[in-house]
Each structure stands twice: as structure tokens, then as C-alpha cells.
């Protein structure tokens, strides 16, 4: 497995937790419906959020994901490692939306080597991907810094953390989230946007733990992460919109212990638990 200073993950573990209605691009992995026949539209309202089928599923279902090695230099292997890791994130989410009853359909994967302006905004300063959901897709920005060395195991939690906002839109989640926060003031908007944040980081470490073992992750590594996030995880934004980095931890260390979507319900935790 490949390793990183710690210091070295302050733009790759940080950054790329970027969302927008709007969305936009080319798709190197064209979205398709899962093929079950019961599906249903997602739920709306609070209950989308607070009481989500998803909850009731168990534990996650296991891709069995085996990513490869992530050599240094090596854009092809780069590029082949974010869609394997997708592929993943993809077999895992279909059977868990299919448990739930829930339509879905994959998102899109476009790798890129350059910053581009896209309809959600400008490319944030510092960031390594973003989901667009207007277009269902997640971007991965491959850069020279990752090349010379990079972190699989950051890597593949930013790549989920992204498809944790793609789970929460196909879920129905963020019709509530975007409605609420629309018609809330400066601090509930926080909040919301706290609560929608923290949850995709549980989704996260949902699925970094059920790779574990194939990945396969070692245990002082993951430990690093998360104390990593302790400590600098609020470090990178202006406003507390993400959370505090000991509440980030907190939620990555409930997903990974549990391993089921419905240890991440951020929408019914008490206010002391999203600050």
C-alpha cells in the first residue's frame, strides 16, 4: 500500500468536498439505472432526510474492491485507479439503494489534469474533486503534487466522501437539504450544511470499511486520517460549514465502526453532535 507524510494531506483529504445544483460535462462513465424492478422515486420532505430507507439496510454491501497498486509518476495507473474505485463505490451503493427500495442510477466520472471552470462555479483554491449534482457527476482532478506521491488511501475517501453527496441526492436527501436551507437564516443554513457535510464523510468511512480488508487498509494508516481531521479538518474553510475537526473525526470513526448507512443519520442528531 502506498504511504504519505500526514503533512501531505491537506489539500488531498481536506479539499474536494465541493457540491452545486448545477452541473455540467463530458462523462468518461455514463450513468445507468440500477436494474431492479420494486424500485421507488425517492421519498420527500424532512422524512427523506430523517427517515431514509437507506437507514434500514445493514450494513453495506461489499464491492470486494481491490483498486490496485498507485504507483508515483504514473497517470494511466492514476486514472485507472479512480475508476476502479468508482466501480467499487458503484457495485456497493446499486444493491444498497436496491435493498432499500430506492431508484438510482450511477454517477458520472470525468478525470481531469488542469482546474476548470464548470456551471457549479469556479474550481475551488486547493481542491481535488467535486460532485456536481446537476449532472451527477463527480470530477477528479489528477495534479503533478499527487503524481510524485500519491495517497491511495486519501484518495479513495475523498473519492467517497464525493459519492456520499451523490447518495444523498439519488436518496432524496438533498431535496430536503437545499429546501431547508433556502428558507433558513445565516446560522440554521450552517447547520444544515454541517449536517449534509458530516454525513457524506460517514458515508465515507461506511465504505472505507468495508473495503478494508481487500483494499486493503491498514488500521494505523486509517488512524492517521482521522486524527489528521481532528486537528486540521475545519482548517480550510471560512466559516464552520463542515463541521468542527473533532466532530469530523467523530462521524469518520461512527461510519467506520459500523459500516451501515444508518449510523450516519446527521438530520436527527442533536445540535452538540453536527458543531
Same mark, same amino acid.
Given at each position: 500500500? !502506498?504511504?504519505?507524510?500526514?503533512?501531505?494531506?491537506? #489539500?488531498?483529504?481536506?479539499?474536494?468536498?465541493?457540491?452545486?445544483?448545477? /452541473? !455540467?460535462?463530458?462523462?468518461?462513465?455514463?450513468?445507468?439505472?440500477? =436494474?431492479?424492478?420494486?424500485?421507488?422515486?425517492?421519498?420527500?420532505?424532512?422524512?427523506?432526510?430523517?427517515?431514509?430507507?437507506?437507514?434500514?439496510?445493514?450494513?453495506?454491501?461489499?464491492?470486494?474492491?481491490?483498486?490496485?497498486?498507485?504507483? #508515483? /509518476?504514473?497517470?494511466?495507473?492514476?486514472?485507472?485507479?479512480?475508476?476502479? !474505485?468508482?466501480?467499487?463505490?458503484?457495485?456497493?451503493?446499486?444493491?444498497?439503494?436496491?435493498?432499500?427500495?430506492?431508484?438510482?442510477?450511477?454517477?458520472?466520472?470525468?478525470?481531469?489534469?488542469?482546474?476548470?471552470?464548470?456551471?457549479?462555479?469556479?474550481?475551488? @483554491?486547493?481542491?481535488? %474533486?467535486?460532485?456536481?449534482?446537476?449532472?451527477?457527476?463527480?470530477?477528479?482532478?489528477?495534479?503533478?503534487?499527487?503524481?510524485?506521491?500519491?495517497?491511495?488511501?486519501?484518495?479513495?475517501?475523498?473519492?467517497?466522501?464525493?459519492? %456520499? &453527496?451523490?447518495?444523498?441526492?439519488?436518496?432524496?436527501?438533498?431535496?430536503?437539504?437545499?429546501?431547508?436551507?433556502?428558507?433558513? /437564516?445565516?446560522?440554521?443554513?450552517?447547520?444544515?450544511?454541517?449536517?449534509?457535510?458530516?454525513?457524506?464523510?460517514?458515508?465515507?468511512?461506511?465504505?472505507?470499511? @468495508?473495503?478494508?480488508?481487500?483494499?486493503?487498509?491498514?488500521?494505523?494508516?486509517?488512524?492517521?486520517?482521522?486524527?489528521?481531521?481532528?486537528?486540521? /479538518?475545519?482548517?480550510?474553510?471560512?466559516?464552520?460549514? &463542515?463541521?468542527?475537526? =473533532? @466532530?469530523?473525526?467523530?462521524?469518520?470513526?461512527?461510519?467506520?465502526?459500523?459500516?451501515?448507512? %444508518?449510523?450516519?443519520?446527521?438530520?436527527?442528531? #442533536?445540535? %452538540?453532535?453536527?458543531?
Amino acid at each position: 500500500m !502506498m504511504t504519505s507524510p500526514l503533512r501531505k494531506l491537506s #489539500s488531498l483529504l481536506a479539499a474536494g468536498l465541493v457540491f452545486s445544483l448545477v /452541473g !455540467m460535462g463530458s462523462a468518461e462513465a455514463s450513468a445507468q439505472p440500477a =436494474p431492479a424492478a420494486s424500485q421507488s422515486a425517492p421519498p420527500s420532505g424532512k422524512l427523506a432526510a430523517t427517515a431514509n430507507p437507506l437507514y434500514k439496510t445493514g450494513r453495506l454491501a461489499d464491492s470486494h474492491c481491490q483498486p490496485g497498486d498507485l504507483p #508515483s /509518476g504514473s497517470t494511466a495507473a492514476y486514472k485507472s485507479f479512480l475508476t476502479k !474505485m468508482t466501480n467499487c463505490l458503484n457495485a456497493s451503493w446499486t444493491s444498497q439503494f436496491r435493498k432499500a427500495g430506492l431508484s438510482f442510477s450511477k454517477p458520472r466520472l470525468r478525470i481531469i489534469t488542469r482546474k476548470v471552470k464548470t456551471p457549479c462555479g469556479a474550481w475551488s @483554491t486547493g481542491a481535488d %474533486g467535486l460532485y456536481c449534482s446537476g449532472d451527477k457527476t463527480m470530477y477528479m482532478l489528477i495534479t503533478k503534487d499527487q503524481l510524485r506521491q500519491p495517497f491511495a488511501l486519501g484518495i479513495a475517501r475523498l473519492m467517497a466522501h464525493e459519492y %456520499g &453527496h451523490h447518495v444523498q441526492q439519488m436518496s432524496g436527501i438533498w431535496n430536503y437539504y437545499w429546501a431547508a436551507r433556502n428558507s433558513s /437564516g445565516t446560522a440554521a443554513g450552517l447547520q444544515l450544511s454541517r449536517r449534509s457535510e458530516l454525513q457524506a464523510e460517514c458515508f465515507s468511512s461506511v465504505f472505507m470499511s @468495508t473495503i478494508a480488508d481487500d483494499m486493503p487498509i491498514d488500521q494505523q494508516q486509517w488512524d492517521g486520517v482521522v486524527d489528521w481531521f481532528r486537528k486540521n /479538518g475545519a482548517k480550510s474553510w471560512p466559516q464552520n460549514d &463542515h463541521g468542527k475537526g =473533532p @466532530t469530523q473525526a467523530a462521524w469518520m470513526e461512527r461510519g467506520y465502526k459500523y459500516a451501515m448507512p %444508518g449510523a450516519c443519520n446527521t438530520w436527527k442528531a #442533536s445540535a %452538540g453532535n453536527v458543531t
